[in-house]
């Protein structure tokens, strides 16, 4: 990110807020829709992080770490949104009836792991859900994500390990129940 | 490739698939939040916490430092009443006009040899003034009260105090506490009373707010518009 433009911003300059908005709009939406896997709310959280930058940058010491904080600010905001919405509903994905002649078998595979990654994601408490975009996604080491969260990098650690461990429990059991459904048919 | 592998490639190609670009209109109400909030100086920003950098304080700002760098100011303070003070002039304790005496002012008013007329009561309120245009957009803020402080001696001599912390959003902002300052803006048409009268005043003349006046208070033909670090007093609905 340009430092002399998040000074600019800073100062007040609103074309210079103008243009950091356009460069950070769509890896922050792209966050916040990981994050709350929906539309609306992603579209809320980066409305209310472009105004907090705007109001909150003057505090930002150090312009270098603009990108560091926005995603601060996103992750905070994506995991406020889930808060107030509660965990979701389950989603259904429909697959056409004729699935198996439209799509090769592995690709059908990897349809029904996506779907089973939504429902098990969907399963997590919103911060783990942040973490793991935060590093799966955004590529995030573990200590720069305790720098964004402002957390120890241990606690930043057991996160990240118990998101992984309640995701795959929940793949688990999606599994088992599946399963169970297809023996009892 | 193990499991492990299998399953955080698995994960990562799942969170690469969705969207990777912001509505437009997001910006563009962004672009239009920042017109409608003008960025004001602030003389005392130096001073602030940094959003990031809560663990890293400058040396000269930590507390210790700073009740010493007082000490000090103040040890040169009295050194230099004490050198431009030739001629041991006694020390002029300049009551208020409108306490009555206390028993330390009615002591040294023994020692003044002529009170001279209170300074402070030519101090007129300086405020801060809100933009005519502002827009009032729903963002979350951390609190739900705060009280309007009124001190005219004071370099800031008008702002809010948080009193009442939101509880639902104030864990969001977690620097954030009951006490933490807040600064206030006024539509144009508010006038600053003075030390004899430290209002705030509508363009009818009737108080608007005084010292202790909580936010609460300030219901129509008053509007409030707040932010995580200021209040905006509007003497007409925000846009």
């Given at each position: 990110m340009d430092r002399e433009l998040v000074e600019r911003a800073a100062k007040g300059d609103q074309e210079a807020y103008a243009a950091l908005a356009e460069l950070s709009a769509d890896r922050l939406f792209a966050v916040a829709h990981r994050i709350l896997r929906d539309w609306h709310l992603a579209e809320d959280a980066l409305q209310r992080t472009l105004a907090t930058i705007w109001n909150e940058l003057p505090r930002l010491r150090d312009p270098d770490r603009f990108e560091a904080w926005t995603y601060r600010l996103i992750a905070r905001e994506s995991v406020s949104a889930a808060r107030r919405e509660g965990r979701g509903g389950p989603v259904v994905r429909l697959l056409p009836d004729d699935m198996d002649v439209l799509i090769a078998p592995d690709q059908y595979r990897a349809v029904a792991d996506r779907d089973q990654l939504e429902r098990g994601f969907r399963r997590l408490r919103p911060e783990q859900r942040a973490v793991l975009v935060l590093h799966f996604y955004v590529g995030l080491s573990l200590a720069e994500i305790a720098d964004v969260l402002g957390t120890p990098v241990g606690t930043a650690g057991s996160r990240l390990h118990y998101a992984i461990r309640g995701l795959r429990a929940a793949l688990e059991a999606d599994e088992r129940y599946t399963a169970t459904k297809e023996r009892l048919a | 490739m193990n499991a492990s592998d299998d399953f955080d490639r698995l994960l990562g190609e799942w969170l690469k698939d969705g969207p990777t670009q912001a509505p437009?209109?997001?910006?563009?109400?962004?672009?239009?939040?920042?017109?409608?909030?003008?960025?004001?100086?602030?003389?005392?920003?130096?001073?602030?916490?940094?959003?990031?950098?809560?663990?890293?304080?400058?040396?000269?700002?930590?507390?210790?430092?700073?009740?010493?760098?007082?000490?000090?100011?103040?040890?040169?303070?009295?050194?230099?009443?004490?050198?431009?003070?030739?001629?041991?002039?006694?020390?002029?304790?300049?009551?208020?006009?409108?306490?009555?005496?206390?028993?330390?002012?009615?002591?040294?008013a023994t020692t003044s040899a002529s009170p001279a007329p209170t300074p402070t009561a030519a101090l007129a309120i300086v405020l801060r003034r809100a933009p005519?245009?502002?827009?009032?957009?729903?963002?979350?803020?951390?609190?739900?009260?705060?009280?309007?402080?009124?001190?005219?001696?004071?370099?800031?001599?008008?702002?809010?105090?948080?009193?009442?912390?939101?509880?639902?959003?104030?864990?969001?902002?977690?620097?954030?506490?009951?006490?933490?300052?807040?600064?206030?803006?006024?539509?144009?048409?508010?006038s600053g009373g003075d030390a004899s009268d430290p209002t705030v005043r509508d363009s009818n003349g009737a108080v608007a707010a005084r010292d202790g006046t909580r936010t609460g208070e300030l219901q129509p033909p008053y509007y409030l518009c707040a932010t995580s670090g200021e209040v905006h007093v509007l003497d007409s609905p925000p846009g």
């Open positions: - | 437009h209109e997001s910006i563009e109400r962004a672009t239009a939040h920042a017109r409608s909030h003008p960025r004001r100086p602030d003389p005392i920003a130096f001073l602030r916490k940094g959003a990031m950098n809560s663990r890293i304080t400058p040396a000269v700002l930590r507390p210790a430092w700073i009740l010493v760098l007082l000490g000090l100011l103040l040890a040169a303070a009295v050194a230099a009443v004490g050198i431009g003070s030739p001629n041991d002039a006694p020390v002029v304790v300049v009551p208020s006009p409108t306490a009555e005496a206390s028993p330390i002012a009615a002591t040294s005519d245009n502002l827009g009032c957009d729903s963002i979350v803020i951390p609190y739900s009260s705060a009280t309007i402080r009124i001190d005219p001696s004071a370099a800031e001599q008008v702002w809010a105090e948080i009193d009442t912390l939101h509880p639902d959003t104030a864990g969001e902002f977690p620097g954030v506490a009951v006490g933490d300052r807040l600064q206030v803006y006024w539509s144009p048409s508010f």
